[in-house]
């Protein structure tokens, strides 16, 4: 995961290839007129976004890297929403 001041980005990983498996972010058509890009709710919505899509590839289950940020307020929601979607991790 990412976070700018602006926005929140969220990618899958297959590390074994190289390939990205699935992405998310505020800047997506389906959360861009939904939520305010740097709300605690957005992250919510980029977690669970990011999980649907990701469960759609046919991977269930994943390691969160939380991209050196602190555990908590936003990055902890996306994390919540991921898993509160069907992700494994």
């Known amino acids: ?8 980005y969220a990618q899958v990983i297959d590390d074994l290839v190289g390939k990205t498996v ?3 972010s505020t800047l997506d058509k389906e959360l861009k007129k939904k939520v305010r890009s740097t709300t605690i709710d957005a992250a919510k919505k980029v977690g ?3 999980a649907k ?11 969160f890297d939380r991209g050196g940020y602190i555990y908590h307020g936003k990055v ?3 994390a919540e929403g991921a898993r509160e979607a069907g992700l494994i991790f």
């Open 1 to 8: 995961m990412f976070r700018s001041n602006s926005h929140l």
């Open 22 to 24: 699935a992405s998310a």
């Open 48 to 50: 669970e976004l990011i």
């Open 53 to 63: 899509r990701t469960l759609a590839s046919g991977v269930k289950a994943v390691v």
């Open 76 to 78: 902890k929601s996306l």
